[in-house]
């Protein structure tokens, strides 16, 4: 790969350094940006950056875009042009005697990702209920599981697992409550106030998971989409109450932050660095990966909104159901 396409690449991520986020991108491109090609693979990519519509085309070359006509821009490779739906919403890009169809990655703005479940959710739920979790050796420290909003009111929760929508489209839990072991919580107040300072807060999907959940989790997904869900056999980093899943709201307005990708999308939009999307969503995405990095958070390689503290293996798998926590 050449060395300025590689460094373009790792500038696509976004810099949080810079004070404000960069403007949102013309409305008009909003509509043609995304993947086109087969289903097995990208052949082009429309992105924003520094202000500017680019194609990336295959993961290899990018060019700029420039308006040559109603839905038509012109690069150094030629003339592409963009079909609408009728939302106005790009469904196919026209190269020459090409057309490459938008890829369907995640849902579209507002909608929830969701995935067919291998097997019916409630056989599955009488079997994870009734199965135990891993045997583990060792010495752990004591679980001290503590209510998030208790620590700090400030923090907002969209529990997505305790209603229908979620990647499964059912409730998993009984009850939106988010805990964590207590230093893992209380580093997450501490990035939730030094976030305040620049207009933003931590919205909460997910904390403490029960390993039941996890078990359901992983039988529901096709085997081709475990990327994304944890291994029961193994257990996961929210059962240990050491991970979280969550994003930025503005505090002015309450809304949630736009990203590149949506929570729980089985794609690689959800990868932390993936490149497409706009300057501002990856601005915002950097942010977050930022402050959660500050207070001894790693981002997981695959979600962009999966953090997992520092001392997640110092605790053991837990299976008490939030109905038995502290209220």
């Keep these: 790969m050449r060395p300025a396409l590689l460094a373009a690449i790792l500038l696509a991520a976004g810099s949080a350094s810079a004070q404000a986020p960069p403007p949102a991108p013309p409305p008009a491109w909003r509509p043609l940006i995304g993947e ?14 520094g202000g500017r519509l680019l194609a990336r085309f295959d993961s290899t070359h990018e060019a700029g875009l420039h308006s040559a006509g109603t839905n038509r821009f012109r690069s150094e490779g030629g003339v592409l042009r963009f079909r609408l739906d009728a939302k106005g919403r790009a469904v196919a890009i026209l190269a020459g005697d090409s057309s490459w169809p938008r890829r369907a990655l995640g849902p579209e703005e507002g909608a929830v990702f969701r995935i067919v479940p291998v097997r019916p ?21 004591a679980t001290e599981l503590v209510e998030l909003t208790r620590l700090d009111p400030g923090i907002k929760l969209d529990i997505r697992y305790a209603g229908p929508h979620n990647f499964l489209g059912t409730p998993l839990y009984s009850q939106a409550r988010a805990f964590l072991q207590r230093p893992a919580a209380e580093a997450l107040v501490r990035a939730h106030r030094k976030l305040k300072a620049r207009g933003y807060g931590l919205l909460i999907h997910d904390g403490y998971r029960p390993w039941y959940v996890t078990r359901m989790f ?6 081709a989409q475990h ?12 059962n240990r109450g050491c991970a979280v899943d969550l994003t930025l709201y503005d505090l002015r307005t309450g809304k949630p932050i736009e990203m590149p990708g949506t929570y729980d999308e089985f794609s690689h939009r959800s990868y932390p660095a993936y490149p497409g999307g706009t300057s501002r969503q990856r601005w915002h995405r950097e ?12 981002v997981y390689s695959a979600e962009w909104w999966h953090f997992d503290f520092k001392d997640w293996k110092s605790y053991r798998i837990g299976v008490t159901p939030f109905e038995r926590l502290g209220n």
């Design 287 to 298: 942010l977050l990966r930022q402050a959660m990095e500050a207070e001894g958070f790693t």
């Design 218 to 223: 992983w039988d529901a997904t096709p085997p």
């Design 121 to 141: 959710i409630e056989e599955l739920r009488r079997e994870a209920l009734a199965a135990t979790p891993p045997v583990e050796t060792g010495t752990f420290r």
């Design 36 to 49: 086109y090609g087969p289903d097995s693979t990208t052949r082009v990519m429309i992105l924003e950056r």
């Design 227 to 238: 990327e994304f869900v944890a291994d029961p056999a193994t257990g996961s980093r929210h």
